[in-house]
């Protein structure tokens, strides 16, 4: 699995709430799910540039 590193969108412009993530390449991963222990890559793009993942499935740390 990738190396993941915290990523915070602090865009103002964005019309979604302000949300820590952690960015892979081109992807940015909702952290939530990593506290619940998933595990795994499936995911869905979501956003104008398509750089947000709706649900991505990580291992927590």
């Not at 302000?18 to 990593?34: M, S």
């Not at 995911?43 to 740390?61: H, R």
């Amino acid at each position: 699995m990738a190396q993941y590193q915290i990523y915070t969108d602090t865009d103002p412009a964005n019309t979604i709430k302000v949300r820590d993530g952690v960015r892979d390449a081109a992807y940015v991963i909702d952290i939530e799910l990593t506290v619940l222990g998933f595990d795994g890559d499936e995911s869905l793009d979501e956003g104008a540039t398509g750089d947000w993942i709706k649900k991505q499935e990580i291992k927590a740390i």
